[in-house]
Structures are given as C-alpha cells and as structure tokens.
C-alpha cells in the first residue's frame, strides 16, 4: 500500500540549531516525493520536490531508496521557518498526491 | 497568471443541515482539481478529484459529493452535515500538463458542524 509517515507530531528547535523533519514512505514503483508547507495564516505550497535535487529557504532533501526515506533538513533553522510541513508521495494516475500527517516545527528564539 | 478561491472562508452549521462549498480557478483551462481535508492529527486526506466536467472521482466513501459543473469550478456539498464532517477543506489545481505533485491550493475553508 502507498503510505507517507511522518513520526513527528510536533518538533521544537532553538534558531540557529539544526533541523530534521523525517517522512518515511511506502510505495512499490519509482516514487516522486515532495515537501510542502503552511506557513501561520497562509495557503498550503510546494517547498521542494526531489526530481529538482534543489535548495529552497536553505532546506534540502534527499531521496533515500534504501531507508525508504526523503527527510526534510536545514542546518541552521530560522524563527520564520516555524511552519506546518507536509510530506508528499505522487501515487496516482492523475497526479494524486498522499499526505503524510504533518511536522509542526516550532523554532524558538 | 493563475489563482484560486474559495468560499466562503468560515461556516458554522448544525448538524443535518446541507453543506455546499464553492472552489473557483482562474487564469488557467482544463485543470484538474482536487478536495482535500485538513483535519487535526490526520494529515490531508484526499475526499474527491476531477479532470473535466461532470468526471468527479472519489476517494473516500463518506456523507460528502462533488460536483464540476465549469471547467473551473469544483464545489462540494453534503445533503445533511454530521460532527464528523468539522474540518479545514482545501480545493487545489493542477495543470492538466503539469509535473505531477505541483499541486496549487487555495485558502481553505474552515467548517465547524454543531
């Protein structure tokens, strides 16, 4: 079955500390994954997606067949990096995504 | 360029009342669209897609139905709302021949059933 497992409900760091936001995946083709966040009082949007092998906001993620992991990091957080993040898996014909349930990640000056 | 609404952004309705939110698209044709859920603890749950007018696909059997009656129009609707039914609903579009996951999502509508 196709399944997105974020363990973390809630993660709090201080500013300047590192930080990982771990999403798990369950899928028997090719996956493509993606990261999406919610900033407070804003719409749901895609942060990064893997086939982009790209850096945005200094968060970086690195699809892991083996582990079957695509975790979300930053080495240095940043109080405005304090969001809602969800990981994403394409899992259907017409560009269906499954949703983990979410990483509140709480940066604390 | 392209936007999306919706509408309207709260809703506070009794239980066994009928439901009808309304997702609109602009700046783009032939999207597919999509409803979501945004519930505490659960993550996004996909309720129902759609790739043109009239074709609605369903994920979730549950109380809730979808209806595409414009090409950029996507509203869902319940006949008789249950305390389940509380939630943060979230429409979202994609370009027919876009890259899969660039999903776009409008502002959610928060619904509290009493």
């Known amino acids: 079955a196709q399944r997105v497992t974020q363990p973390e409900k809630l993660l709090s760091v201080f500013k300047g500390a590192p930080v990982e936001l771990k999403c798990n995946y369950s899928y028997s083709g090719s996956p493509e994954l993606f990261w999406y966040v919610q900033y407070s009082r804003q719409r749901l949007q895609l942060l990064l997606r893997?086939?982009s092998r790209e850096s945005i906001k200094g968060f970086t993620a690195d699809l892991n067949k083996g582990e079957t992991s695509f975790h979300l990091k930053k080495p240095f957080a940043q109080e405005e990096d304090s969001a809602m993040y969800y990981c994403?898996?394409?899992?259907?014909?017409?560009?269906?995504?499954?949703f983990g349930k979410g990483t509140k990640l709480s940066v604390k000056p | 360029s392209q936007t999306i609404h919706q509408w309207p952004a709260t809703l506070v309705q009794p239980v066994g009342s009928p439901l009808s939110l309304e997702c609109t698209v602009e700046g783009t044709s032939n999207p597919n669209l999509y409803w979501y859920r945004q519930a505490a603890g659960r993550g996004l749950q996909l309720l129902f897609y759609?790739?043109?007018?009239?074709?609605i696909s369903s994920e979730v059997p549950q109380n809730l139905s979808a209806s595409r009656p414009q090409d950029r129009q996507f509203i869902l609707s319940s006949k008789k709302l249950l305390l389940s039914d509380s939630g943060f609903y979230l429409c979202?579009?994609?370009?027919?021949?876009?890259?899969?996951?660039?999903?776009?999502f409008g502002p959610g509508t928060r619904l509290l059933v009493l």
């Open positions: 893997h086939i």
């Open positions: 994403a898996l394409h899992g259907g014909s017409q560009g269906n995504l499954i």
């Open positions: 759609s790739v043109g007018i009239g074709q």
């Open positions: 979202a579009w994609r370009p027919r021949a876009g890259v899969y996951g660039t999903q776009y």
